[in-house]
């Protein structure tokens, strides 16, 4: 077992394909094949399909309300798999993700991310829908966003980088699958477990290490 380790996973581009899902249905709505619509490259707007931040929003509350996708969208390999290693090895899974993006909607999204993790089997003790990821405890994140790794990091939290095209340029430690990931979270743990084991001296010190 771990020494009870909080692991904060966020969900679009993590543990769900978000830009499959958005991408079928921006293609449906413009009556084109998917795959002409190019893998995205930079975070934000998705500008290599022609969008803007407006356009942008229009297109993902179609997807959301109306194409459900945050039910619908397909798991990224090996999540849940991966995910149940860790808690069967004692580690907390704390969901937190930024989906309520504006109003009208938080009921749709809420219920369709909780059925879609319960379709995936998706095991977790925790569901935080918040943008301010820093002020959620966790021991150490797992996160694709640029702007979400920087605000973490800048706040002093450890995360580790889930590998997408838009995040390149972002200083590890990176995973590039889950299995990956698991095995990284699983080494932290283990360190973390031998640390709160090691004696102390005398002097209050951990034994051997100055």
């Known amino acids: 077992m771990t020494a009870g380790l909080v692991l904060g996973v966020d969900l679009d581009g993590v543990c769900g394909d978000y ?5 079928r249905s921006v293609a449906a709505r413009r009556g084109v094949d998917p795959m002409s619509l190019p893998e995205q490259r930079s975070f934000g707007t998705f500008s290599e399909w022609g969008l803007d931040a407006t356009t942008f929003e229009e297109a993902h509350r179609a997807a959301v309300v109306e194409d459900r996708i945050f039910r619908t969208m ?18 907390w899974i ?15 999204t809420a219920a369709d991310t909780a059925a879609w993790l319960e379709l995936q089997r998706i095991p977790y003790r925790d569901l935080c829908f918040i943008g301010d990821k820093p002020t959620v405890g966790a021991d150490l994140y797992v996160d694709d966003s ?4 920087g605000a973490l990091r800048e706040a002093g ?3 580790i980088v889930f590998d997408q095209p838009y995040n390149r340029d972002l200083e590890g430690p990176r995973a590039t699958d889950w299995d990956q990931l698991a095995d990284m979270v699983l080494a ?23």
């Open 94 to 108: 704390r969901i937190i993700t930024h989906r309520l993006l504006f109003n009208w909607a938080h009921e749709i």
């Open 188 to 210: 932290e743990a283990e360190e973390r477990r031998l640390q709160a084991a090691l004696p102390l001296d005398v002097g209050g010190r951990v034994a051997g290490r100055g």
């Open 157 to 159: 939290r450890r995360v």
């Open 19 to 23: 830009t499959a899902a958005l991408r």
């Open 74 to 91: 397909p798991a990224l390999p090996g999540v849940a798999d991966a995910l149940w290693r860790l808690s069967d090895a004692g580690v």
């Open 146 to 149: 640029p702007r979400m790794v």
